[in-house]
């Protein structure tokens, strides 16, 4: 992907903060009236990590204006995240609960965000040439168009302000199924958002469900690495070739078995595809967060000039490191993630 970004403007990631209430499956939160709690979201988690690596970041979300929202945002600022693009508007903060050691895909999660903040955000109210000053990189997910059809004009207009001023654009298609509940399917919506986008993000499976990149039947009936780097080839030179725009598209491989965690990650660009080593762990602190930060490597790779080897070997690092850290954001520094890299033999 031709990369033109410069160095001294920002990174700007755009939707819902949300704080994660973490249940337990044992209900020890009951008996000992305990409920933690962590900042985060999707696009927030990106703009956390990035700020940590020492890109200059923005955050845009909406909040209502009372005491809790200032001290979450004496709290962004803290991670050096700049929050003058937050929006102040609406009554409530968006909410989700989350069984500990589970991920977003799975039942355990319970959405609470009807009537928040960004929710409510409409089309035609937001100053777009104050958000964009300084701003040569947009990202966004494809959770913001799963909230309503309200939101998904919301995400086309601010996709609409960000190509007119020449700004590289991201997405990651985070599926939620249960967030997709106003009537319209998916490959509805995100081909119409997706078409704006210099870098694509996700897996697969997502590409199917979000924009109809139709996945192999019974690809996991072999389980094998070469299988998978195969359709991840397909996949991605198919979402090239419907959406033009793009020059970029990064997968994620995670598989769950009985030994532990199993990772490794694709990038196609130019008509090849890069791997990374396959990555294990027995025992994982928490899942959620694993995939922003890979997001998040990949934008640090592409605005640093990195080649695409660096690229994907710094953001699936990345993103395995996460899988050790409680919270929805990681902490793990440049150094320490490079140190951490593996290498194919």
């Known amino acids: 992907m031709e990369n033109k970004v410069a160095n001294t403007e920002s990174v700007l990631t755009f939707g819902e903060l949300l704080l994660r209430f973490c249940i337990d499956a044992d209900s020890n939160w009951l008996n000992e009236n305990k409920l933690p709690f962590y900042i985060g979201g ?87 040439d104050e958000v964009f000053k300084g701003v040569s990189w947009f990202h966004f997910s494809a959770i913001c168009p799963a909230l309503s059809q309200q939101t998904a004009n919301l995400c086309e207009e601010v996709l609409i302000a960000a190509s007119k001023r020449g700004v590289h654009i991201s997405v990651d298609l985070n599926y939620r199924a249960k967030l997709w509940q106003y009537g319209k399917k998916p490959d ?94 027995e025992i994982v602190t928490d899942k959620v967060g694993s995939g922003d930060c890979f997001m998040a490597g990949l934008i640090h790779g592409f605005y640093n000039h990195l080649d695409p080897s660096s690229i994907l070997n710094f953001a699936t690092a990345a993103a395995f490191e996460k899988l050790f850290i409680a919270g929805d954001a990681t902490t793990s520094t440049v150094e320490k993630i490079n140190n951490a890299i593996k290498y194919e033999n």
């Open 42 to 128: 999707a696009e927030l988690n990106v703009a956390t990590a990035l700020a940590l690596w020492g890109i200059p970041t923005k955050y845009f979300t909406s909040l209502p204006d009372n005491d809790l929202s200032a001290q979450i945002i004496n709290h962004l600022i803290s991670r050096n995240i700049d929050i003058s693009t937050i929006h102040k508007g609406g009554s409530r903060l968006g909410l989700f609960y989350l069984t500990k050691g589970k991920d977003m895909k799975h039942d355990a999660v319970i959405y609470d965000r009807a009537g928040s903040a960004f929710a409510e955000l409409t089309t035609n109210t937001i100053e777009w």
């Open 188 to 281: 509805e919506i995100m081909p119409q958002l997706v078409k704006y986008c210099d870098l694509i993000m996700g897996n697969v499976w997502a590409a199917d469900k979000l924009l109809g990149i139709t996945v192999t039947p019974d690809i996991h009936k072999s389980g094998e690495k070469k299988i998978y780097l195969q359709e991840a080839l397909n996949s991605s030179d198919l979402i090239i070739r419907q959406f033009p725009k793009c020059k970029a598209v990064a997968n994620t491989f995670r598989f769950d078995e009985s030994s532990g965690i199993k990772y490794y990650t694709t990038l196609y660009m130019d008509k090849k595809l890069y791997h990374s080593a396959e990555y294990r762990a």
